[in-house]
């Protein structure tokens, strides 16, 4: 009897133990926590397996992901994933602004109060309790922890890739000396099944400072100088979207100057003036730490880099912030005690003339101005099985135009369709090998590249086998539209090519594992453009 009251008091001991905890995998690089989190891990697995668009694809670690979790694509996390995103839109950086305010697998307690904005697009905090209580029935069930746990050496490499990548540069330390301010903590967060999708997010402590958190896509292999920025970008913004909101006011006074720019900012999901004032501000503060960080040079490429994308005030702004920094290292003055001033200076400025909304400048982003875009895959290569296959990766990425942007038409047509259908009111995305596309062949000694004998002739020559080269062009029946081209050396490395972070520049170019080997912009009063070496 004595054994059996034994084994029923161990019973309901064990059962009434907290449920074990993961931990981030840590480094660190002066003030900045750099991380792979659990919460953001799990989050991502379970995106995966309900075909969230926004996630890494065919990757080593996503396809891993795939294999692993396969038993679990029928559960409930999975399908509530799918339901807040049709029904909601519940996606881009609310997904992880949710998990983030809930603790460690495999308890996930709320332990930060859900935002307005988040109970919002997620269609009520009813909609989360759901959504938390699935995930934490797939984390127990699924096996993530063992997953989890014999990944570590992998993000461990990936942690120490970002180390290296800082080369002694502490951010932190920039940011604080730039704004004369701080926040209560700085956590940057590697998500490897992020696609090529950064977040800015930022969770208030009990301190009523902030803990901030830059969520950045990718495994490691980052471009210098380019992961600089986004990682100011992020921070950035959480020292001025409160101080916009602070001066809401005095933001209505330049309003004007957002009528030229409404259009093409609202394209870009930047629909009212507040919200593109911060990303001009944001932007321009950037270029002045990149100055900061690497010369004069660099910091003026950041400033033509962030005009092409259609932020025309950035310089007015450069200029009344050299002001404030002569203020602040004369006399201490913070960026907060300076900002009105900034305000004034763009309540007096005149708005920008002649900005053409549609314009194609030789940025790829610009291809999709034109509210049309015609999507051309290719037929012309022995292997039809491949060919169907990327007929059919074409007409996905039609339907993620169709469904994350305004364009008002977005067709699928075959090359030879392309070659005998006027394409002269369209932005052209053409896939596929030059040879293997008709279209892009009957035009390619038009193009100021060449690929030939496995070799790419671009800005240099390229020749690993692995290659993807991501690139746009005047549309060859109308140069006032442009186009993208999607190429490799072999039809096998087209399929998944958007998932390779593009759209800044002229052109990009990656090797296999997503590492950059150039990008660039072309001389587009050259013609035909050529190459800016």
Same mark, same amino acid.
Not at 6 to 14: A, E, P, W
Not at 70 to 97: C, I, N, W
Not at 256 to 262: A, N
Not at 407 to 413: A, H, L, P, S, T
């Given at each position: 009897?004595?054994?059996?009251?034994?084994?029923?008091?161990?019973?309901? +001991?064990?059962?009434?133990? !907290?449920?074990?905890?993961?931990?981030?995998?840590?480094? %660190?690089?002066?003030?900045?926590?750099?991380?792979?989190? !659990?919460?953001?891990?799990?989050?991502? &697995?379970?995106?995966?397996?309900?075909? /969230? *668009?926004?996630?890494?694809?065919?990757?080593?670690?996503?396809?891993?992901?795939?294999?692993?979790?396969?038993?679990?694509?029928?559960?409930?996390?999975?399908?509530?994933?799918?339901?807040?995103?049709?029904?909601?839109?519940?996606?881009?950086?609310?997904?992880?602004?949710?998990?983030?305010?809930?603790?460690?697998?495999?308890?996930?307690?709320?332990?930060?109060?859900?935002?307005?904005?988040?109970?919002?697009?997620?269609?009520?905090?009813?909609?989360?309790?759901?959504?938390?209580?699935?995930?934490?029935?797939?984390?127990?069930k699924s096996g993530f922890e063992h997953f989890y746990v014999s990944k570590k050496e992998f993000y461990e490499r990936i942690l120490a890739s970002v180390r290296e990548m800082f080369q002694g540069r502490d951010l932190v330390k920039t940011v604080e000396e730039y704004y004369k301010d701080s926040c209560n903590s700085y956590n940057m967060i590697i998500? =490897?099944?992020?696609?090529?999708?950064?977040?800015?997010?930022?969770?208030?402590?009990?301190?009523?400072?902030?803990?901030? $958190?830059?969520?950045?896509?990718?495994?490691?292999?980052?471009?210098?100088?380019?992961?600089?920025?986004?990682?100011?970008?992020?921070?950035?913004?959480?020292?001025?979207?409160?101080?916009?909101?602070?001066?809401?006011?005095?933001?209505?006074?330049?309003?004007?100057?957002?009528? *030229?720019?409404?259009?093409?900012?609202?394209?870009?999901?930047?629909?009212?003036?507040?919200?593109?004032?911060?990303?001009?501000?944001?932007?321009?503060?950037?270029?002045?730490?990149?100055?900061?960080?690497?010369?004069?040079?660099?910091?003026?490429?950041?400033?033509?880099?962030?005009?092409?994308?259609?932020? &025309?005030?950035?310089?007015?702004?450069?200029? %009344?912030?050299?002001? +404030?920094?002569?203020?602040?290292?004369?006399?201490? &003055?913070?960026?907060?005690? /300076?900002? !009105?001033?900034?305000?004034?200076?763009?309540?007096?400025?005149? *708005?920008?003339?002649?900005?053409?909304?549609?314009?194609?400048?030789?940025?790829?982003?610009?291809?999709?101005?034109?509210?049309?875009?015609?999507?051309?895959?290719?037929?012309?290569?022995?292997?039809?099985?491949?060919?169907?296959?990327?007929?059919? $990766?074409?007409?996905? &990425?039609?339907?993620?135009?169709?469904?994350? %942007?305004?364009?008002?038409?977005?067709?699928?047509?075959?090359?030879?369709?392309?070659?005998?259908?006027?394409?002269?009111?369209?932005?052209?995305?053409? /896939?596929?090998?030059?040879? %293997?596309?008709?279209?892009?062949?009957?035009?390619?000694?038009? +193009?100021?590249?060449?690929?030939?004998?496995?070799?790419?002739?671009?800005?240099?020559?390229?020749?690993? =086998?692995?290659?993807?080269?991501?690139?746009?062009? *005047?549309?060859?029946?109308?140069?006032?539209?442009?186009?993208?081209?999607?190429?490799?050396?072999?039809?096998?490395?087209?399929?998944?090519?958007?998932?390779?972070?593009?759209?800044?520049?002229?052109?990009?170019?990656?090797?296999?594992?997503?590492?950059?080997?150039?990008?660039?912009? /072309?001389?587009?009063?050259?013609?035909?453009?050529?190459?800016?070496?």
């Open positions: 009897m004595k054994k059996i009251i034994l084994l029923l008091v161990l019973l309901v +001991f064990c059962f009434s133990l !907290p449920a074990k905890k993961l931990e981030p995998v840590r480094t %660190s690089v002066g003030k900045l926590n750099v991380s792979v989190d !659990p919460r953001t891990e799990l989050l991502g &697995v379970i995106q995966i397996m309900a075909d /969230y *668009p926004l996630v890494t694809k065919n990757s080593p670690y996503s396809n891993e992901v795939k294999a692993y979790f396969e038993p679990m694509k029928d559960s409930k996390a999975v399908e509530v994933t799918r339901m807040l995103l049709q029904e909601y839109g519940f996606s881009y950086d609310a997904p992880v602004d949710f998990i983030l305010r809930l603790s460690q697998p495999l308890q996930l307690k709320r332990i930060v109060p859900y935002s307005e904005d988040v109970k919002n697009r997620a269609g009520g905090e009813a909609n989360l309790s759901v959504y938390r209580d699935a995930i934490r029935d797939f984390a127990k998500c =490897p099944l992020n696609g090529n999708h950064n977040y800015g997010l930022r969770l208030k402590s009990s301190n009523d400072k902030y803990d901030l $958190y830059p969520v950045i896509c990718g495994e490691g292999k980052y471009r210098e100088r380019f992961f600089d920025n986004v990682i100011l970008h992020e921070f950035n913004h959480s020292f001025v979207n409160p101080l916009t909101e602070k001066y809401r006011d005095k933001v209505e006074l330049s309003k004007k100057l957002f009528e *030229p720019i409404r259009e093409f900012m609202t394209s870009k999901s930047y629909g009212e003036w507040k919200i593109t004032l911060d990303e001009h501000i944001v932007r321009a503060v950037a270029a002045r730490m990149m100055e900061m960080l690497f010369g004069k040079q660099v910091g003026a490429e950041w400033v033509i880099y962030e005009k092409k994308q259609g932020f &025309v005030y950035i310089e007015p702004i450069i200029e %009344s912030l050299k002001r +404030f920094e002569s203020l602040r290292d004369s006399d201490g &003055v913070t960026f907060a005690e /300076y900002f !009105p001033n900034l305000l004034s200076m763009l309540a007096d400025l005149n *708005p920008v003339n002649n900005f053409d909304t549609a314009a194609f400048n030789g940025i790829i982003d610009r291809v999709f101005n034109t509210g049309k875009i015609a999507v051309v895959y290719p037929t012309a290569d022995c292997n039809q099985e491949l060919i169907y296959k990327i007929k059919q $990766y074409t007409a996905y &990425v039609a339907d993620f135009i169709k469904q994350k %942007s305004t364009i008002k038409e977005c067709v699928v047509i075959s090359d030879s369709v392309a070659l005998s259908k006027p394409l002269d009111e369209y932005g052209i995305l053409c /896939y596929g090998t030059i040879e %293997s596309n008709l279209f892009l062949s009957h035009y390619k000694e038009t +193009f100021p590249f060449q690929i030939k004998n496995g070799e790419l002739f671009a800005d240099k020559k390229y020749n690993d =086998p692995s290659l993807r080269f991501i690139t746009c062009l *005047p549309n060859p029946q109308n140069n006032k539209n442009g186009m993208i081209v999607y190429t490799a050396f072999k039809n096998d490395n087209i399929l998944d090519i958007n998932s390779y972070s593009h759209g800044s520049y002229s052109y990009h170019i990656f090797s296999g594992n997503r590492t950059v080997l150039s990008e660039g912009f /072309y001389d587009t009063k050259s013609v035909p453009w050529k190459f800016i070496k």
